[in-house]
């Protein structure tokens, strides 16, 4: 009596085609998954980071301007060299105000102000300079003085100041015996909407509380 034969039967080319198709699409739909992931993760992770330092900038302006001594004088001034709408906020007889690390001690004098970073922005920063120098003066000792970054990819920025005797805000302020009510920064970073700072100053030999806002 004769046994049947055993058969070996192996996968055909359609079922080994078909289960590398199979393989593909569930990889495929893994990856996909995974990207979307680590993505949105890096995005959201950006945005926070994004969030702190602009909140550490207003948080430094604000500290700034609240500790403005009595004395202080406050100038905005149109300049060739900057960017961001060629702008120095200049403050005069400010020490003490607007202190970072080594620049405590440095200088009676501060400036707000930005310069170009190449590639078609700004650079918005803060330097101290001495008292008692003219104009002139201040603009050389400027050139090579240590500037503190404060924020990057500046594409716009403006400063304007609340007049409580007008009741408006003004483009300029050279008014050296009183102090505006308001400060007013909009300024722009790239891929982000346009932000507006408002800062209370204290009043001249009556220092009150300051506090920043946020409009959209």
Same mark, same amino acid.
């Given at each position: ?14 079922? $080994? ?13 893994? @990856? ?10 890096? +995005?959201?992770? #950006? ?6 330092? &602009? ?6 302006? #604000? ?16 300049? /060739? ?5 060629? $702008? ?21 004098? $501060?400036? &707000?102000?930005? /310069? ?24 050389? @000792? ?7 970054? &404060?924020?990057?990819?500046? +594409? ?7 007049? #409580? ?5 003004? +483009? ?31 009043? &001249? ?12």
């Amino acid at each position: 009596m004769k046994r049947p034969r055993a058969t070996n039967r192996g996968f055909s080319l359609f079922e $080994v085609i078909l289960a590398a198709a199979i393989f593909v699409l569930l990889a495929g739909g893994v @990856y996909f998954a995974v990207s979307t992931s680590v993505l949105a993760a890096s +995005e959201l992770g #950006r945005e926070q980071m994004d969030a702190r330092k &602009l909140g550490a900038f207003a948080d430094f302006l #604000r500290r700034g301007f609240q500790n403005l001594p009595a004395q202080a004088g406050l100038s905005l001034r149109a300049t /060739e060299k900057q960017a961001g709408n060629g $702008v120095q906020l200049i403050m005069a007889r400010a020490a003490g105000a607007f202190a970072a690390g080594a620049m405590t001690a440095q200088g009676a004098g $501060v400036v &707000l102000a930005t /310069e170009p970073d190449g590639r078609g922005a700004s650079r918005f920063r803060v330097a101290r300079f001495p008292g008692r120098l003219n104009d002139a003066e201040r603009e050389r @000792y400027l050139e090579t003085a240590s500037w503190l970054p &404060l924020l990057d990819d500046v +594409e716009s920025l403006r400063w304007r100041f609340f007049d #409580r005797n007008s009741k408006r805000f003004l +483009e300029t302020w050279d008014n050296q015996a009183e102090r505006p009510e308001l400060i007013e920064l909009t300024f722009a970073t790239a891929g982000t909407p346009a932000q507006t700072l408002l800062f209370r100053l204290p009043r &001249l030999g009556a220092p009150e509380g300051d506090q920043a806002q946020k409009t959209p």
